[in-house]
T-cell receptor, first 112, second 114 residues
Framework: DAKTTQPPSMDCAEGRAANLPCNHS???????VYWYRQIHSQGPQYIIH???NNETNEMASLIITEDRKSSTLILPHATLRDTAVYYC?????????????FGAGTTVTVRA | DAGVIQSPRHEVTEMGQEVTLRCKPI?????LFWYRQTMMRGLELLIY????????DSGMPEDRFSAKMPNASFSTLKIQPSEPRDSAVYFC????????????FGPGTRLLVL
């Protein structure tokens, strides 16, 4: 698996956009970028994933650079309930790549 | 649609006792995973089932741990005998198919072994 690098923590103001960076400079051409988050005392929650193109869903947007060496998860209007640890994970989508390697993630604190 | 269901949510037991954790995956999902989370080691994959068959159990710590999936809608993780170092949060996750699509996690079981 390609490794990812995320800042250990960041603060965000409620109602503002939260931009979470992730570096994955050794990503291979067929590896996807996945984002999960874990709210305190809950299980990890899938947010979004992408390969090359930018993606958007009801939770967030994912911006992947053209060289695919980094990406940014955008929470458009952060709320207090978005306070969580956010994990950026790079993986294949094949029967041989089933492990989700959760690193330390970024602890995001949304402040009122 | 119900998500992954785990029981019990909390378990406190004494060293040496048998512990059984239960998981009901999302209906229609063919892949099931058991993870363990501790402060020291983070989230670790213990075992992975596909179509009820164990595919990879290399993460199972030792012989005290065993997991079964008797049918598509139920799995158990058993620890016998339990030890204090087994204290952790145990998560079950399921995914739709064999190509490792998105994994959906349950709420976890918090295990404390005294």
């Amino acid at each position: 698996d390609a490794k990812t690098t995320q800042p250990p923590s960041m603060d965000c103001a409620e109602g503002r956009a939260a931009n979470l960076p992730c570096n994955h400079s050794t990503i291979s051409g067929n590896e996807y970028v996945y984002w999960y988050r874990q709210i305190h005392s809950q299980g990890p929650q899938y947010i979004i994933h992408g390969l090359k193109n930018n993606e958007t869903n009801e939770m967030a947007s994912l911006i992947i650079t053209e060289d695919r060496k980094s990406s940014t998860l955008i929470l458009p209007h952060a709320t207090l309930r978005d306070t969580a640890v956010y994990y950026c994970i790079v993986r294949l989508r094949s029967s041989n790549d089933y492990k989700l390697s959760f690193g330390a993630g970024t602890t995001v604190t949304v402040r009122a | 649609d119900a998500g992954v269901i785990q029981s019990p949510r909390h378990e406190v037991t004494e060293m040496g006792q048998e512990v059984t954790l239960r998981c009901k995956p999302i209906s229609g999902h063919n892949s099931l995973f058991w993870y363990r989370q501790t402060m020291m080691r983070g989230l670790e994959l213990l075992i992975y089932f596909n179509n009820n068959v164990p595919i990879d159990d290399s993460g199972m710590p030792e012989d005290r741990f065993s997991a079964k999936m008797p049918n598509a809608s139920f799995s158990t993780l058993k620890i016998q005998p339990s030890e204090p170092r087994d204290s952790a949060v145990y998560f079950c996750a399921s995914a739709p198919g064999p190509n490792q699509e998105t994994q959906y996690f349950g709420p976890g079981t918090r295990l404390l072994v005294l």
